[in-house]
Structures are given as structure tokens and as C-alpha cells.
């Protein structure tokens, strides 16, 4: 059986995927950034349980945040759909409903009906004029912000109900000067480490500074993914951000505040640092 | 359950779907035409028998045909692929190989693994100066013309072997004044019957001068379904094309050269006349 690591690494090595989206050159209308993600039954979610518009949502969203993540307006979204054998007419209106709610213009899509449900959406949208921004530019001593809290997505049924950050990146791409950004989609150490390895950086992740969601734990910050807040790298932030360290030329370090520092993992930290 | 056809007018009466792409003005760049679908395990093709290359090759193909009925030039795609559980490298590069093959840049993707094998391709191209060919354009008097041979796609494989008519679209929309267009997918019967009814038009069809694959028959030809040859009303052809009726303002009707007129259906025409 393949290794999925390797055979993204493979995929990543053929296509010129810029970062969460495709980037795609439509000068002079613009930049023209592509995502496209599939909700599975049974892998990201479960039809007899989250729903159909859970399905419609989610797909679309995820999308929204990837375009949002790069700086980007999520402008529209194609969907393509399997829905299972026996479905309802409820049912099925639920997924197309559930893919308008995330609140991007549903232009097109496919209906198939087959062994299970699933949605592939496609979203795409226009970067900023100031042009896409990347994983890769994070500079030491810019700072290291996220846009809310962090942690137990799975536990309070935020993967699927959460609201692409894209209000806050239109304000942003405005205010501030964003040198690397990324949605947290995998955790955020992961995703700050993602940034790191593109920008050739290492950080002071400051342990204490993390904003932590009711009834999730640090760990859960740093590891639970799908949160879909926006992680970003600037010389100055603004009052909607919150401060969580600061990239550095050294190594990638989470630090407490009684002093203690450990290395910064992809799953959270070295324990026995 | 749900009633497919009911599902799909309830969908096209609130996106606005423009035939067999989404039409998005992207001034003075162009207008983007994108088209997404999905070939799916047990649904479209047989992970055991057809393989992983015919399902990238189908998914990025069937879009490319779908731009080029627009009189548009495919440029992009992006493909969310679901692997099945225990799939092998060479099985998963096959997925992407076949992808690439079908002549468009793979510029994004989405890899998931599940319980089947899909793969939902979202295809981005741009409509010629010209503007985008509808299938609402055909007028009586206008030719109905076809750019190859029909029928047996199935028996023959074709159906995912085919070569989207993307550089006759380029050499058409030079040189012919297209009136409506699309990609033959369900059938020339039911594929005529969609500009037709768009154009609120009837036509005379003539039976013995459409072009029939060899093993394939007549009704085969009407009713098989994805040719993915091209279907178009113009006043005049040019000599890549294969004239087969007449654009009416009467009934659609297929005519033989014995005088025998009959009623044209979706199923082919009307054997109890």
C-alpha cells in the first residue's frame, strides 16, 4: 500500500500548487487562487450523523478558508456530489443548501448517485491586489498571530460549522502587512511549522500567549487541527489579532513561561524534551 | 428517494448554470467557463477493470469537452481524488498520469483515502473573444452538425479513451459562425433535443447521414451516449464537419430517405411512430 505521505510529496513534486490554492495568472482582471476539497462519508464526516448540509457546508467552507488563507476573496464554488442510494429529496436539498450557507455564489455543479456520499467543491476567488501571500515569507522578528482561539473542533462540532475567516482577512490585507500566512487546518504546530519550513525560519512559539477554546487544552490548541483560524506572520499585528510568539534565524522552540523550553513538534512538543 | 430528474431541475433552477459550464465574466481578462464532474468506482468506470488512468483521464477529459462546447479553450484543472483503502503506488500515480494525460494543466489537487475510488475533476477555461456558444442560439434554416462518428462508445471503450474536441473548437470558432453547441454525452437524440429545446426550435434530422462508428448502430448513434463528439447549429459548416439536418421552427423530427418521417425522442425517436 502507498504511503500517503510519500505520494503527497510525489503529487507536490508534478503540480505547482502554490501553498493552500492554486495560483493562477488572469491578468489584468487578477490572480485567480483554486482550491478544491472533498468531505467523504465516514472519513471527514458522517452522513447519519452531522448531515447532509454538514457535507455541503464543510466542502465549501474548507475551500473559502484556503482562499481566505492566501489573502484572497472566495468570489465562487462548483460542487460535485455523490449522494447515496435511497436518498431523500430532504436529504439531498440539504447538501446544496448546506453548500449556499457557507456563503459563497454556488455557480455550478455534478449530481452523481452512488455507493456513498461525498462533496468535492471547488472554490476559487481573487487575491488581494497586493497579490497572493505565501508560506514562505516570514521574516525573525516578524511577530506570530492567530485570529481566535484554538482546540477541541471535533469535540464541539466546530470542523463543520466554522466560519472561513474572510471579513477578517479583507480587514487585514488592508491594515496590515502580511508577510506569511496559512489556515489552521492541521494543528498549529503543524501549520507553523509548514510556514517555518517554507520560510527557512525557526520561532519562540509563547506557550501562555496561545488563546485556548472553553474545555480545550493547550495540547489540543496545538494538535486537534480544524480550527480554521488563520495563522500569520507580520511586523506588527492590529487589535483583532492575538500575539503567540515570534519568528527567529534559530531553531523552532515552544517556550513557558516559568522558563522551560522544548522543541516544537508536529504533534505539539517533545515531551521528554 | 429522491427522483434524479426532479433533483436536477430543483438545482438548475437556483444556480445559474450556463449549459455545460458556469460562465464567470472576469473583465478585460475573459470569461471563465468551469465545469466540474466526477467519475466514480462501480458509477462511471471499474477501479478492476477500467484502472486508475481512465479514471483521471475520464474525470479531466469530460471537463475539457465541456469547455470546448462552450467554444472554449480548457487551461486548468484540479482534481479531488479518493483512493480505496490498500492501494499501491503504481495504482495512485496512475490516478495522476492519467489525469495529466487528458492535455490540461493539473495545476491543484486533494487526495483522500476512503472506502472507493472517485475522482471529481473541476476544469477552468476561457471562452473565445467571441464570446461563450450557448445551446439557446440555433435558428431555423441554421445546419446541424457533428464532428465525428457515434455510437458504441461503451462496447468500444471510447468513453474514456476519447480526445476532446478542443482543437476543433479552436479551428470552429475561427472559421464558422456557431449558432449552439454541445458535447454529445447523453446521446444525439437527447443532446439535439437540449438545443432544441433551448433554442425553442424542431429540426429535420436525417437519419442515413449521420456518422456511425463501425460496429455500431444506427440507434447506437442516437441513444449510446458519451461520443463527446460535437454536436452544432450554423448557417454554413466547413469541411470537418459531417452535416446532418436542418434547424425547423416546426417538430423535431428524424427523417429517412424512403419519406418515413418520425417523432424525435430522448430514447432515439419513436418506433410505434
Known amino acids: 500500500m502507498v504511503r500517503e505521505r510519500d505520494l503527497l510529496r510525489w ?15 488572469c491578468a489584468p482582471w ?21 448531515g447532509p448540509e454538514a457535507f455541503g457546508y464543510k466542502a ?13 476573496e472566495p468570489l465562487w464554488a462548483v460542487i460535485a456530489v455523490c449522494l447515496p442510494k435511497g436518498v431523500t429529496e430532504e436529504q439531498a436539498h440539504g447538501v446544496y443548501r448546506g453548500a449556499e450557507g457557507a456563503g459563497c455564489a454556488l455557480v455550478g455543479g455534478d449530481t452523481s448517485f452512488g455507493p456513498l456520499a461525498y462533496v468535492a467543491a471547488t472554490v476559487f476567488g481573487r487575491a488581494h491586489a497586493k497579490g497572493p501571500v505565501l508560506r514562505s515569507g516570514a521574516r525573525p522578528s516578524d511577530g506570530i498571530f492567530v485570529t481566535g482561539p484554538l482546540g477541541g ?25 502580511i508577510s506569511a500566512m496559512i489556515d489552521l487546518s492541521d494543528g498549529l504546530s503543524t501549520d507553523l511549522l509548514h510556514i517555518l519550513e517554507a520560510s527557512g525560519a525557526g520561532c519562540r512559539l509563547e506557550a501562555e500567549a496561545i488563546p485556548v477554546n472553553e474545555g480545550a487544552t493547550l495540547e489540543g490548541a496545538l494538535t486537534d487541527g480544524e480550527d480554521y483560524e488563520l495563522l500569520l506572520t507580520a511586523r506588527e499585528g492590529d487589535e483583532g489579532l492575538v500575539r503567540i510568539g515570534t519568528i527567529t534565524d534559530g531553531e523552532a522552540v515552544l517556550v513557558f513561561s516559568d522558563g522551560r523550553e522544548e522543541a516544537l513538534r508536529a504533534r505539539g512538543w517533545e515531551h521528554e524534551g
Chains 1, 2 share one sequence.
Not at 503529487?11 to 495568472?25: K, S
Not at 465549501?60 to 484572497?72: E, F, K, L, N
Not at 462540532?157 to 482577512?169: K, L, N, Q, S
Open 30 to 50: 487578477g490572480t485567480l487562487l483554486v482550491s478544491t476539497d472533498s468531505v467523504i462519508d465516514g472519513v471527514h464526516l458522517r452522513w447519519d450523523r452531522e
Open 153 to 177: 473542533s471535533y469535540e464541539s462540532g466546530r470542523h463543520y460549522r466554522f466560519t472561513p475567516r474572510v471579513a477578517e482577512v479583507k480587514r487585514l490585507m488592508d491594515q496590515v502587512d
Open 11 to 25: 503529487i507536490a513534486d508534478r503540480a505547482p500548487v502554490g501553498d493552500d490554492c492554486a495560483v493562477l495568472e
Open 60 to 72: 465549501v467552507a474548507r475551500g473559502m478558508s484556503d482562499v481566505a488563507a492566501m489573502g484572497g
